[in-house]
């Protein structure tokens, strides 16, 4: 290294490098030498740029490194979504902002769920359906129901699926529902939505004489959840899903005021209501009137749990607040 240092300070003035000149190219190759080291060795920045050629042409060439590359592919709409591996979000993040009055379930995990804790679910449908308090669109939710006895979802060994007690109001659905773990209560919602679906846009173009079937969905949204884990939670569930159409204040209608009970909701097979506590046969329906097809529950908590915190009337009120 020392007398390649040399040869640059001595031909610092002179016609060339020594590999070219005294020496001859072919017989004494130029050392291989970076241009850092050669600054750091206090050698002339001129004699650099004079034997640039040199050092190339003997060092060995630098590979660039290899970056995975990326193939985004256009989803339905034609957008590119997500990022670049290593990119970085400059400013507000890109996706669809929440429309309307109400935002949507925020796309998260869902939480562990044991097969002894019931669920109360939330699904809501699309503005352009109405209001599903009709006796097409009851009879369409009921075929759904009846969908999923046929499946035989509750004796599938591991993965139990069933509807216990739902609740129809003007534009969303409340149900409890059990189920042996998280997998298994989206699998099973996943089923009793799309057959859902199907029913309900078949009756609606059926009602509103659309010459081309309506297809789309009917529930935009993810459904929002919420486990159950103690009898004063259970109880209160119970109350709200049964009693949520005088929330909305449905029985002020001239149709039903003279209802004791939510007849487009289980109500008429719940056997815990306060007023019929020693009655052999809770109610008798019209022979039109056929109620919607539910399982009894197994947990403990809906089936005598919730009784530890009193009975409940059927004209209980869930929520007393004001509505706008």
């Known amino acids: 290294m020392e007398s390649s ?24 190759p130029l050392p291989a030498l970076d241009r850092r080291d050669l600054r750091r060795k206090n050698i002339g920045v001129i004699d650099c740029h004079r034997n640039h050629h040199l050092l190339n042409e003997n060092m060995p060439r630098v590979r660039k490194r290899h970056v995975q ?18 990119e970085t979000w400059r400013g507000k993040k890109p996706g669809r902002k929440p429309k309307g009055l109400r935002a949507g379930s925020p796309h998260t995990v869902r939480p562990k769920l044991e097969a002894r804790y019931p669920v109360h679910v939330v699904l809501r449908t699309h503005r352009d359906i109405g209001n599903l308090r009709k006796r097409h669109l009851y009879k369409a939710l009921r075929e759904a129901t009846l969908c999923l006895f046929r499946h035989e979802l509750n004796y599938k060994t591991g993965s139990a ?55 789309g969905s009917v529930f935009p949204d993810r459904f929002h959840q919420e486990i159950i884990t103690n009898p004063k939670q259970a109880r209160n569930s119970l109350a709200y899903v049964l009693n949520n159409w005088r929330k909305h ?27 019929h506590e020693d009655a052999v046969v809770l109610w008798k329906w019209r ?29 209980d009120i869930p929520s007393t607040r004001p509505m706008a």
């Open 5 to 28: 240092f040399a040869w640059s300070r001595a031909n610092e003035a002179g016609s060339g490098h020594p590999s070219l000149t005294a020496l001859g190219r072919a017989s004494v």
């Open 69 to 86: 590359q990326t193939l985004r592919f256009p989803d339905k709409n034609g957008q590119n979504r997500g990022r670049r591996k290593g």
């Open 161 to 215: 699926f069933r509807i216990v007690h739902l609740s129809i109001q003007s534009n969303h659905i409340h149900l409890l529902v059990e189920a042996d773990h998280k997998m298994a209560l989206s699998r099973g919602m996943q089923s009793f939505q799309i057959s859902a679906a199907k029913h309900i846009n078949r009756e609606f173009s059926v009602r509103a004489r659309l010459a081309v079937r309506r297809r």
């Open 249 to 275: 204040r449905e029985d002020r209608h001239e149709l039903a005021r003279g209802w004791k009970v939510d007849p487009f909701s289980t109500g008429v097979l719940f056997m815990g209501w306060k007023e």
């Open 287 to 315: 022979d039109t009137y056929d109620p919607l097809p539910v399982y009894l529950p197994k947990t403990w908590l809906l089936r005598e749990g919730w009784t530890k915190h009193g009975a409940i009337s059927y004209f």
